[in-house]
């Protein structure tokens, strides 16, 4: 099983970052995508989703700022973040599109700190 995200690091508030995650073909050709992030002390959470597809969801605290996307061809979604808020940094991880509690292996994530 492959989740190699990548692409976070330290940014402005209002700054832009763009993630990168390769998926094995085993969980990305069968299952929509997503984005989870998990903040200091906080519980691990969905950021934004995408069917196969390609329909996109994200909750309210990221909509209309992050936006994904996935390229078949690849095996590999992405994650465009904009307008960048203190409160977004966290350790951010890609996995299927599935409940959280029955996702058991993660990746190592990538680190994004938006900090001035």
């Known amino acids: 099983v492959q989740l190699q995200a990548s692409g976070g690091g330290l940014v402005q508030p209002g700054g832009s970052l763009r993630l990168s995650c390769i998926a094995s073909g085993s969980i990305f050709s069968i299952n929509g995508m997503a984005w989870y992030r998990q903040a200091p002390g906080k519980q691990r959470e969905l950021v934004a989703g995408i069917t196969i597809g390609g329909r996109t969801g994200y909750p309210d605290s990221v909509k209309g700022r992050f936006t994904i996307s996935r390229d078949n061809a690849k095996n590999t979604v992405y994650l465009q973040m904009n307008s960048l808020k203190p409160e977004d940094t966290a350790v951010y991880y890609c996995?299927?599109?599935?409940?959280?509690?029955?996702?058991?292996?993660w990746g190592q994530g990538t680190e994004v700190t938006v900090s001035s």
């Open positions: 996995n299927a599109l599935l409940p959280i509690t029955t996702l058991r292996y």
